[in-house]
């Protein structure tokens, strides 16, 4: 029997359930969360918190244009946090050095400049000097073989746990129910619709049931017969402390980035592995992470890891997210698959799911994300 009920229902609570939440509960919706474990607990409690747009895009297609878009809602969103329940996320915008360590990767690098700045986008090569100069923790140290960098000044970064948990805070401020330690353990519905989600602790029903789930949302979609195939993509980072001048910029290379935290700390992130569902550091991760960044500067090499930990990203086969009514279902939302940017992507996520959960329009086109292009597998079986 259901026991609560309330207009949105949100499974999971990392940045895509948690940016829903709170746009839903500030739009005047009544609000629940189901969080497995606690808040943050998946890929966004282990993310670097890079707001990067531009440095790994290598085509202005439109998830670019929609990271561009995402980007812009941050700054906002952290000075909101901060009038509303007293958070800083650490918003800053400290811009990206992908820094060039071969002469080959200096073509490409040129290149992305190129139409990036074509379109109007801020993006500036710098020689192995300037790049010194800027970044005078790299005086001499790669100068050996670095063939320059492109500098992106507008490149931004936060702390995504403390985002996070500050939208699930101001959420549940807002009269949003949010409760961790309660997984969904099956998703019911009657023909078209969701009728109840159950739990350990009770079921709940609500007016549209919003699927954000991460890399978990394949296996509750299969519960509806709805194809969904996102996959975990495991990511390892390990935070360095002991650094008494931070890096100024995010600093990337083609194996590694590093961002400093204003608490001191750089993290160095990070694997993209395809082991199932297992979040446990490896040695082997460590080992390549030491070796990406030693080879940007071999004084990171003697610095004392703090804490090393993964998280699982969840991907869709094309790594576009998917983000929209579930074709077959008239109360079922899904957002998922926002894989290497979902902390990126997920505040303006967030605010479409929540114009979509008030029947308006939503104010981007959505069209590229659309559930409807994920076709099975002509063998796959599927009831909708
Ligand atoms: C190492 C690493 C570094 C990254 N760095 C960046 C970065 O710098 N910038 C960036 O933009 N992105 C980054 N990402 C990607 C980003 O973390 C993800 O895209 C994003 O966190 C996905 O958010 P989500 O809310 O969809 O999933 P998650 O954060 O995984 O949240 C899903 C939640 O659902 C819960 N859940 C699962 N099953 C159930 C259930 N049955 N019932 C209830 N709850 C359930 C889980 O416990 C989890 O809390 C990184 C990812 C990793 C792993």
Redesign the pocket.
Known sequence: MVSHTSDVLI???????CSTAYYCARAGLSVTL????II?????????????SQVEAHQPDELFEFSLAARAVHAQLAETLRSEIGVDVEYRVPGVLRLALEDREAVDLRGRQKWQETRGLRAEWLDAPQVAEVEPLLKGAASWRLAGALHLPDEAQVR?PRLVRALAEAASKRGARVLEG???TEVVATGDRIEQVNTAVGSFAAGTVVL?????SGR?ASMLGLYLPVQPIK???VALDGLLALPQHILWSGECYLTPKSDGQIIV??TEEHSGFDRRPTLSALLQLATGATDISARFGSLPVAQMW?????ALPDRYPAMGRAPGFKNLIVA?G?????????PLTGQLMTEILCDQSPSWDLTPFQLERLAPPAHASQHR
């Open positions: 499974i999971g609570g990392g940045i895509i359930g189901l969080e497995a474990e943050a607990a998946g890929a966004s409690g282990a993310a670097a918190g890079m707001l990067a995504s309660t997984p969904v954000s789930a991460g890399a978990w509750l990511g390892q980072i992130g990070s993964a998280g699982l990203r969840p998922t926002h894989f290497r940017n979902g902390v990126l992507l997920g």
